[in-house]
């Protein structure tokens, strides 16, 4: 009687932690079974590679928003840090591409220093710290840039957004790179399991020595680089800086790629291969939607109704 009793609450247990675990591989491959039966050309390569130039910058920026959420924060200043890299990069542009490219970089890490600081020294909520830069990050980055559009015309610049090596396009190599770093420093160093347990309970790991300050701020400055990395992207496939427009509500999109992807808004895990994932599934949606003529804003309430389920699945097994 007692077994009976117990059963169907494990086999919910069991179901929920499958769904968010696996549940993000599933939907991908089923939208690109659907989209090979019923989406003309889905498969063709030339389509296959403009969904991949697509999620890059995206899932670059997603990577560095799961390890900040893995330590229970948030980073919403990631699309202004890459307005502000777009901004700054055709300042310096005349003194060398990797001149540039260091002062881009370097104005990311200094944005994810003073979130980092706002949040593990003053002691600010997450969200709040980086609201702040999310509307000073712009703001300085139309400062800049007087609040014009550039048109860059570097060939080595450009060539980060429109040439391919070994056939795979640079911006795409760029993010396979990223995510394999990404996890090496999650699963294979001392910072990454760190990182994962103070997500799990920072007063914990500050009673068992950790350097909670110092990896919080750590995890910041690697998200706030990797953001400048895809303003830099970004600006290189428009071939244009624009502080107006790159990076707007990216961090909405990392967010969410990182949530479908399986890493919990309350820490204490890091899902690498699941960002992935959930970058992909939702740049399919939106491609799916769009290719069997719906509009783009049906797209968004079906990604939104994708969200939720990530968010109740999470809160299911959170509960259990």
Do not use: W
């Not at 494990?10 to 549940?23: M, N, P, S, W």
């Not at 995510?179 to 790991?205: C, K, M, P, S, Y």
């Not at 968010?311 to 509960?319: G, N, P």
């Amino acid at each position: 009687m007692s077994d009976l009793a117990v059963r169907p609450v494990f086999e919910r247990g069991r179901v929920t932690r499958a769904l968010q675990d696996y549940g993000v591989y599933g939907a991908v491959a089923a939208l690109v079974v659907f989209n090979a039966a019923f989406t003309d050309n889905f498969l063709a390569l030339g389509n296959l590679r403009t969904q991949l130039i697509q999620v890059a910058p995206v899932l670059v920026v997603a990577l560095g928003m799961a390890l900040v959420i893995g330590t229970e924060g948030i980073d919403l200043s990631v699309g202004s840090v890459m307005a502000l890299a777009a901004a700054v990069l055709p300042l310096y542009l005349g003194y060398g591409l990797l001149p540039a490219l260091a002062v881009a970089l370097l104005a990311g890490a200094v944005v994810g220093v003073v979130n980092g600081t706002l949040v593990a020294v003053v002691g600010l909520q997450p969200i709040v710290a980086t609201l702040a830069l999310l509307v000073g990050g712009r703001g300085l980055a139309l400062v800049f840039a007087d609040g014009q559009l550039k048109q860059i015309n570097d060939p080595t610049l450009l060539a980060l957004g429109s040439e391919d090596v070994l056939g795979v396009p640079i911006v795409v190599a760029i993010a396979a790179v990223l995510t394999l770093a990404v996890g090496v420093l999650v699963h294979r160093t001392t910072f990454g399991r760190q990182l994962v347990a103070i997500g799990g309970n920072r007063a914990a790991g500050g009673l068992a020595g950790l350097p909670v300050k110092r990896v919080l701020v750590g995890t910041y400055v690697i998200g706030g680089v990797l953001a400048a990395l895809a303003g830099v992207l970004a600006t290189a496939r428009l071939t244009a800086s624009d502080p107006s427009a790159i990076g707007n509500l990216m961090e909405l999109s990392a967010i969410t790629a990182v949530v479908v992807g399986g890493t919990p808004l309350s820490g204490g895990r890091v899902r690498v291969l699941g960002t992935v994932a959930g970058a992909l599934l939702m740049q399919l949606v939106r491609a799916t939607m769009i290719k069997n003529d719906l509009s783009d804003s049906a797209a968004q309430m079906v990604q939104a109704v994708i969200i939720l389920v990530a968010v109740y699945i999470a809160r299911e097994r959170r509960t259990r």
